[in-house]
């Protein structure tokens, strides 16, 4: 079990953040990292090989668990928006991630576990394939629909398009598309 306790204290913090990005919240990430690491502590004997591997696909099992009965609860209500900082604010690197973990969660599982996976756990796409149990080629195809959903609605929320300059600009949009 020594074993165990050195990889809980290597790979803990960077398991925590995988959670937290697969989550959206902090304390959600760490009870499906608790109970992750219940269920290696439990199989560490018979794993082969790197159990960051088993961790990983077990977070994400977890979190997809998570996201399917979540549809069937009440779901929580934001509190709001809030101020935006001044980009010379030292909290806007805080703000920027919180707004990058709500974006997240708008994501279906797969496309938000692949962008975990492969961007923020910067594992390449053959592990991100093995530990989801997909093909490389759909670790592909669904990283590239998730980015692009992500910078749709990055583009829709931006401050510029609240302004009143954002009426010519979506009234624009729909004639152009309809001409094509």
């Not at 989550?23 to 990292?33: C, I, P, V, W």
């Not at 219940?38 to 082969?48: F, M």
């Not at 279906?108 to 492969?118: D, E, F, M, Y």
Request: aromatic letters at 4%; charged letters at 30%.
């Amino acid at each position: 079990m020594r074993e165990f306790e050195e990889f809980v204290l290597a790979r803990g913090d960077a398991l925590l953040r995988t959670a937290h990005l697969l989550t959206g919240d902090r304390g959600h990430a760490e009870d499906l990292l608790q109970t992750a690491l219940e269920r290696l502590a439990r199989s560490w004997r018979r794993i082969d090989g790197d159990p960051e591997g088993y961790v990983r696909r077990t977070l994400v099992n977890l979190a997809t668990d998570r996201w399917r009965q979540r549809g069937r609860r009440v779901r929580e209500v934001p509190d709001g928006e809030y101020d935006r900082a001044a980009p010379d604010d030292p909290a806007l690197a805080v703000e920027q991630r919180q707004d990058l973990v709500r974006a997240l969660q708008t994501l279906p599982p797969r496309q938000r576990a692949v962008l975990v996976l492969r961007y923020f756990d910067d594992l390449p796409e053959a592990q991100v394939a093995q530990a989801l149990g997909i093909s490389v080629g759909t670790v592909k195809s669904t990283s590239s629909k998730a980015l692009a959903r992500l910078r749709a609605s990055s583009l829709s929320s931006s401050p510029s398009t609240s302004t009143s300059t954002s009426t010519p600009t979506s009234t624009s949009t729909p004639t152009s598309g309809s001409s094509r």
